[in-house]
């Protein structure tokens, strides 16, 4: 059994809130928050659900909050958040997404997109290397962009991406075909001739969605992943152990995500 150490929590607490629409869905409140005290740091994570629409009024309200230090950013809040950064990493810049933002001395915020950067991390964990690989993609998203941007940099060979919104798939496409680190082209939901097989969308949460990629294409040698947390093995990476497939979950793909995001909130 796991023993769960209490947090210390008091008025001299620092806060840094995770933030989505919905928000219920996610673990890492705690793990975030005991990943501080770990580290000596009397701090703690808090989740709230935020609209869209009221995005921007949230930010600015808990921004006067002096206590108030980092934020994390979930589905699907990680373009707008872009745009409410004063500042952010080049990283951040290229993808116009964010999914990590701490303070500037000024009290303006500074934000990082390590989705991609984390989801390389757990595949070299689990034994996949990207050099020459050919992966396909489904998902153009926050997360989907991040970890788009971090296979085309990483080594692959070619990069297929697809995503229902076509428009936003292509200017996805478009412009990490401009870094010229590899082939970048549209895909499908066949990942026939793939040795790299992702879903980064939220297709698998909700009970009897269809697989976000054609299961009955892979193959044993396909390298399968998922970016979903609940439900902790969803129905296509069943499918893909069933056939054999080495996969990556997106619990996976997390616990490399929340280090880099406190080491961030810790200003290394």
Not at 80 to 108: H, M, Q, V
Not at 168 to 182: E, I, M, P
Request: net charge negative; charged share 15%; with cysteine.
């Amino acid at each position: 059994m796991t023993l769960i150490k209490p947090l210390n929590v008091d008025g001299a607490s620092r806060v840094y809130f995770i933030v989505g629409d919905p928000i219920a869905q996610v673990k890492s409140p705690a793990g975030v928050s005991q990943a501080f005290q770990d580290a000596g740091l009397n701090a703690l994570c808090i989740p709230a659900h935020v609209a869209p629409a009221h995005l921007a009024a949230w930010t600015a309200g808990v921004s006067l909050a002096q206590n108030v230090d980092g934020i994390i950013v979930t589905v699907p809040h990680k373009f707008a958040y872009f745009d409410l950064c004063a500042t952010t990493s080049e990283r951040g810049a290229f993808l116009k997404s964010i999914n990590t933002l701490r303070r500037n001395p000024d009290g303006t915020w500074h934000g990082d997109m390590f989705d991609g950067l984390g989801y390389v991390k757990a595949l070299a964990l689990k034994g996949c290397h990207l050099d020459g690989q050919k992966a396909l993609l489904v998902g153009a998203g926050g997360a989907g962009s991040a970890i788009a941007h971090a296979l085309a940099t990483g080594g692959v060979s070619e990069l297929a991406i697809h995503d229902e919104d076509t428009q936003r798939r292509d200017a996805l496409v478009q412009r990490l075909a401009s870094l010229g680190t590899c082939r970048v082209v549209a895909g499908s939901r066949d990942p026939s001739g793939f040795d790299i097989a992702i879903n980064a969308t939220p297709v698998g949460m909700k009970a009897g969605d269809p697989h976000p990629i054609d299961c009955s294409q892979l193959t044993p040698q396909m390298w399968v992943g998922c970016v979903i947390t609940a439900p902790a093995v969803p129905p296509m990476i069943e499918a893909a152990r069933a056939i054999g497939c080495p996969t990556l979950t997106g619990a996976d793909m997390f616990a490399q995500v929340k280090d880099l995001m406190v080491e961030f909130l810790m200003g290394h």
